[in-house]
T-cell receptor
Framework: DAMVIQNPRYQVTQFGKPVTLSCSQT?????MYWYQQKSSQAPKLLFH???????NEADTPDNFQSRRPNTSFCFLDIRSPGLGDAAMYLC?????????????FGQGTRLTVV | AQTVTQSQPEMSVQEAETVTLSCTYD???????LFWYKQPPSRQMILVIR??????QNATENRFSVNFQKAAKSFSLKISDSQLGDAAMYFC????????????????FGKGTKLSVIP
């Protein structure tokens, strides 16, 4: 059974047109993360939520926003997608922020900007 | 800031043979966690194996084992008796023990090694 579900799997959006990616989890984990993974590059953390507390990485562009209306769902909003935002976006969850806590990943959403 | 380097973008192995994927990292911390994640094509990333830096014994999970050399800051993954289902991207990742500052809780990934298994 899928535990971290990302929708859609593939998303095509127009340059400058707002787009929202979604993530849901059945694990009841406190922490949810959004990573950006470009081709041949390491996944890069954009931000995370610890419960309702939002934490933005210092180098995450303002163009990227996130919402977590409840424990199970988290959304990634890209306000004005540029060609450079085309990437795989990974959602992950973990029970805690520290320790050797395993992170559970979704299958990712591949975003194409045209 | 910590960095993780995987120097082999691609590797291949014959089915049933053994392959070792390399990972080095840079950190000033004395305690931390290291992970290997597997990302099969079009499927989610899953944890393969983890190592706690304060433990000298190398972690083992069935056919997967690590060679953790703390002084050399090296963390290689050995896959024995390779199977077709092992074909995937493998990511080495680092995580701090403590919340020493913003971002220190996050997984820092290497760029990955694409492993192909030849029948």
């Amino acid at each position: 059974d899928a535990m971290v579900i990302q929708n859609p799997r593939y998303q095509v959006t127009q340059f400058g047109k707002p787009v929202t990616l979604s993530c849901s989890q059945t694990l009841n984990h406190n922490v949810m993360y959004w990573y950006q993974q470009k081709s041949s590059q390491a996944p890069k953390l954009l931000f995370h939520y610890y419960d309702k507390d939002f934490n933005n990485e210092a180098d995450t562009p303002d163009n990227f926003q996130s919402r977590r209306p409840n424990t199970s769902f988290c959304f990634l909003d890209i306000r004005s997608p540029g060609l450079g935002d085309a990437a795989m976006y990974l959602c992950a969850t973990s029970r805690a922020l520290t320790g050797n806590t395993e992170a559970f990943f979704g299958q990712g959403t591949r975003l194409t900007v045209v | 800031a910590q960095t993780v380097t995987q120097s082999q973008p691609e590797m291949s192995v014959q089915e049933a043979e053994t392959v070792t994927l390399s990972c080095t990292y840079d950190t000033s911390e004395s305690d931390y966690y290291l992970f290997w994640y597997k990302q099969p094509p079009s499927r989610q990333m899953i944890l393969v194996i983890r190592q706690e830096a304060y433990k000298q014994q190398n972690a083992t999970e069935n056919r997967f084992s690590v060679n953790f050399q703390k002084a050399a800051k090296s963390f290689s993954l050995k896959i024995s008796d390779s199977q077709l289902g092992d074909a995937a991207m493998y990511f080495c990742a680092y995580r701090s023990v403590l919340l020493a500052g913003a971002g220190s809780y996050q997984l820092t990934f290497g760029k990955g090694t694409k492993l192909s298994v030849i029948p």
